[in-house]
């Protein structure tokens, strides 16, 4: 612990060695898109190979063209990116390239959406694109020893019978890569009602459950994933403080909320980083995990995601730990292989620890 605090201290003072610390701790990411993750130089390369758009001639521009307006704005830049993805192979690269960055961030173990649904129009297959994702997560993991699960966005705007349809087509390749499913999307217009049935279905199958929610709309939105789908785990979570009796549920519960500090204030569900309740819910015992969400979309990194807690939200180094922990707990890994990530992450941070402290105490003698 002592440790810990002194460390900290030095942490404020020393900028560069606590973004050296943070970047190199081990990392758990489940919430995160894959079409939103895609490396800057990927996307634009992609983009030059489907014949370039008008208004990104270099990776500046495409730099630009992703800043948002609000949520309805991130939106249509979205289905703009996704036009440049016109062959189920191309979900390979995407895979692998996304997943090489991450390691490179030190994430350990992902569990990712992919939206398969979104490419229909494209002319291309849901079954083939899970395929061509298994692939590049598989020579990912030979490559860079990152492992990962997917979880298939079912998409709420495109309906429970289109999305019972997806679920037909995932469920060959369940625990062959897929592990669960969610609904993104347009969370106001289309509440998750609808969707009871065909989540009480994919529970039967032996899927993991999570949806959106409390992410554009309110507490309401919350209640129903929880109450209606049977969620294992909340996306977003983050409007939960407009009701009290839901913030002491989700307390009580410990149903996780895999929340995107970043991703919320660039859609404007809040103002700033400083007013996001992350904070307020870890200090009143909320299973709080940390999480990227579309990392590429809206400039972050899961390591940038810690740092702003450090440096604009004061948690401390024992709290972004206990925060890395909660990622595995409140994953879907299987219980042995939670202990064994359990055991890794504490002897990295240890190590870790060891040679910061160090480091700190060289630079505060000089
Ligand atoms: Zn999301």
């Excluded at 612990?1 to 003072?13: C, G, P, S, W």
């Excluded at 679920?167 to 009871?196: C, M, N, W």
């Excluded at 999480?291 to 450090?310: A, K, R």
């Excluded at 890395?324 to 055991?343: C, D, Q, R, V």
Aim: contains cysteine.
């Amino acid at each position: 612990m002592v440790k810990y605090n002194a460390y900290v201290e030095e942490m404020h003072k020393h900028a560069e060695a606590s973004i050296r610390l943070i970047s190199e701790i081990p990392k758990i990411e489940l919430h995160l898109h894959l079409e939103g993750a895609i490396p800057l130089s990927t996307l634009f390369d992609l983009i030059k190979k489907r014949g370039g758009a008008p208004s990104i001639s270099s990776l500046e521009d495409l730099k630009k063209k992703l800043t948002y307006r609000d949520f309805s704005h991130f939106i249509e830049v979205w289905t703009w990116k996704n036009t440049f993805i016109q062959e189920e192979r191309d979900f390979e690269e995407i895979t692998y390239h996304v997943l090489r960055s991450l390691s490179k961030l030190n994430v350990k173990y992902l569990e990712a959406f992919y939206s398969p649904g979104d490419y229909l129009r494209q002319g291309l297959s849901v079954p083939k694109i899970t395929e061509y994702v298994i692939k590049g997560k598989e020579k990912a993991y030979s490559d860079f020893g990152i492992r990962s699960e997917l979880i298939i966005d079912l998409i709420r705007d495109h309906g429970p019978k289109v999305g019972m349809q997806r679920l037909d087509e995932v469920t060959p390749y369940l625990h062959k890569g897929v592990i669960g499913i969610g609904i993104g999307g347009s969370e106001q217009t289309f509440p998750a009602g609808p969707y009871r049935d065909l989540y009480r279905e994919a529970r039967r199958r032996g899927f993991r459950l999570t949806a959106h929610a409390g992410e554009v709309a309110g507490p309401v939105s919350i209640w129903a994933a929880i109450r209606k789908l049977k969620c294992e785990r909340i996306g977003h979570g983050a409007r939960a403080n407009e009701d009290l009796q839901l913030l002491s549920f989700l307390k009580k519960s410990q149903i996780p909320l895999e929340m995107c500090v970043t991703s919320n204030v660039k859609t404007n569900v809040f103002k700033s980083i400083k007013s996001h309740p992350i904070k307020q819910y870890y200090n009143n015992g909320l299973m709080v995990t940390v999480n990227s969400d579309d990392p590429t979309m809206f400039n972050t990194t899961i390591t940038q995601e810690y740092l702003q807690l450090v440096n604009e939200l004061n948690f401390s180094l024992q709290d972004i730990k206990q925060l890395t922990l909660n990622g595995i707990e409140a994953s879907f890994m299987p219980y042995e292989m939670k202990e064994k990530m359990e055991h890794k992450f504490h002897e990295e941070w240890e190590k870790l620890l060891d040679k910061y402290s160090n480091s700190t105490v060289t630079v505060s003698d000089k």
